[in-house]
């Protein structure tokens, strides 16, 4: 007979989500990093999943394969925030009473989206609760959000760093992750223009645009 979800969270071990067992200049495609908590303004707080997305997943960019050696083509961990109840999170995640809830190991950060703001650091790697891995999804869209509208320029999708904005249907693409559990996530990637419209040469392999 399957367990109920209360027998799980009582065979659930905090030696499954142990603390600094990994970081984001060593987080490899496959790995999914809790890298902290943030504080809010509420007594919840925000749960930040960092994972690189494989090749696999969304395709082979022969624009990364091809510029490995430049920085600004490199695959970098994604974010994603999951706002949640400090209490629920300990006792799902199984960590020590007070990690999240307890006002003492917050520091405020200096870098990034959570800057100015307190955050717990936390570093589990592949985090789990009974439920299953928490891993992070993508969803690409053409359609923005209020945020994204007012900053086009900052947040539609480039080519590397400071390429060309890349473009589905003529229509700028926005690039949205999430939170989700490893048994239910599915990718949303769109084609780009550049992809789809391209003419290569059968002769030379040269691609035209």
Same mark, same amino acid.
Request: glycine share 6%; proline share 4%.
């Given at each position: 007979?399957? *367990?109920?979800?209360?027998?799980?969270?009582?065979?659930?071990?905090?030696?499954?989500?142990?603390?600094?067992?990994?970081?984001? =200049?060593?987080?490899?495609?496959?790995?999914? *990093?809790?890298?902290?908590?943030?504080?809010?303004?509420?007594?919840?707080?925000?749960?930040?999943?960092? =994972?690189?997305?494989?090749?696999?997943?969304?395709?082979?960019?022969?624009?990364?394969?091809?510029?490995?050696?430049?920085?600004?083509?490199?695959?970098?961990?994604?974010?994603?925030?999951?706002?949640?109840?400090?209490?629920?999170?300990?006792?799902?995640?199984?960590?020590?009473?007070?990690?999240?809830?307890?006002?003492?190991?917050?520091?405020?950060?200096?870098?990034?989206?959570?800057?100015?703001?307190?955050?717990?650091?936390?570093?589990?790697?592949?985090?789990?609760?009974?439920?299953?891995?928490?891993?992070?999804?993508?969803?690409?869209?053409?359609?923005?959000?209020?945020?994204?509208?007012?900053?086009?320029? =900052?947040?539609?999708?480039?080519?590397?760093?400071?390429?060309?904005?890349?473009?589905?249907?003529?229509?700028?693409?926005?690039?949205?992750?999430?939170?989700?559990?490893?048994?239910?996530?599915?990718?949303?990637?769109?084609?780009?223009?550049?992809?789809?419209?391209?003419?290569?040469?059968?002769?030379?392999? =040269?691609?035209?645009?």
């Amino acid at each position: 007979m399957p *367990l109920s979800c209360t027998q799980h969270l009582n065979t659930f071990s905090s030696m499954d989500n142990a603390l600094n067992t990994g970081d984001l =200049e060593t987080l490899t495609p496959g790995n999914s *990093l809790l890298v902290q908590a943030v504080a809010t303004s509420t007594e919840k707080v925000q749960l930040e999943i960092a =994972e690189i997305i494989e090749e696999s997943e969304r395709g082979t960019n022969l624009l990364s394969v091809f510029n490995k050696s430049d920085d600004r083509f490199q695959r970098r961990p994604r974010r994603a925030w999951m706002t949640v109840e400090a209490a629920d999170a300990e006792e799902l995640l199984g960590l020590k009473e007070g990690t999240l809830t307890a006002k003492k190991g917050w520091k405020k950060s200096t870098v990034g989206r959570s800057t100015k703001k307190k955050v717990r650091p936390l570093n589990i790697m592949n985090p789990e609760i009974p439920h299953g891995r928490l891993v992070l999804q993508v969803t690409e869209t053409t359609t923005p959000d209020s945020y994204q509208a007012a900053n086009v320029e =900052e947040r539609a999708k480039r080519r590397g760093a400071d390429g060309p904005y890349m473009l589905h249907n003529g229509k700028h693409i926005f690039s949205n992750t999430e939170v989700v559990l490893e048994s239910s996530r599915k990718h949303t990637f769109l084609q780009t223009d550049e992809e789809s419209e391209a003419v290569v040469d059968v002769n030379t392999g =040269e691609i035209w645009d």
